[in-house]
Nanobody
Framework: QVQLVESGGGLVQSGGSLRLSCAASVRSFSLKDMSWYRQAPGKKRELVAQVISGGGTKYGDSVKGRFTISGDIVNNTVYLQMNSLKPEDTAVYLC??????????????WGQGTQVTVTS
């Protein structure tokens, strides 16, 4: 009923840029928010950026000023433009969406993840 398809990861040198995309296929639910998280080996999963219904955005402290989330809930697609990449940005980036069912219950779904590797 909910499927997330991510693309755009890869290998880039420090200071470079990458753009990730996430498309959500949603049936029987309403999208509430779409987010990018990341998880590096041995580290906790952390929020990178989020867009909520209505267009509000939120960023993790470590990416503010360098990353931009765009797209919207209406079109079920979000993009993450990552500029001035650093080696510490290396991680698996996962798309997440929050949905609301007809009963008002909320659920969350994860994509399969895409690897981003930044070399120094």
């Amino acid at each position: 009923q909910v499927q997330l398809v991510e693309s755009g990861g890869g290998l880039v040198q420090s200071g470079g840029s990458l753009r990730l995309s996430c498309a959500a296929s949603v049936r029987s639910f309403s999208l509430k928010d779409m987010s990018w998280y990341r998880q590096a080996p041995g580290k906790k999963r952390e929020l990178v950026a989020q867009v909520i219904s209505g267009g509000g955005t939120k960023y993790g402290d470590s990416v503010k000023g360098r990353f931009t989330i765009s797209g919207d809930i209406v079109n079920n697609t979000v993009y993450l433009q990552m500029n001035s990449l650093k080696p510490e940005d290396t991680a698996v980036y996962l798309c997440y969406c929050g949905v609301v069912g007809s009963s008002g219950n909320e659920y969350g779904y994860w994509g399969q993840g895409t690897q981003v590797t930044v070399t120094s």
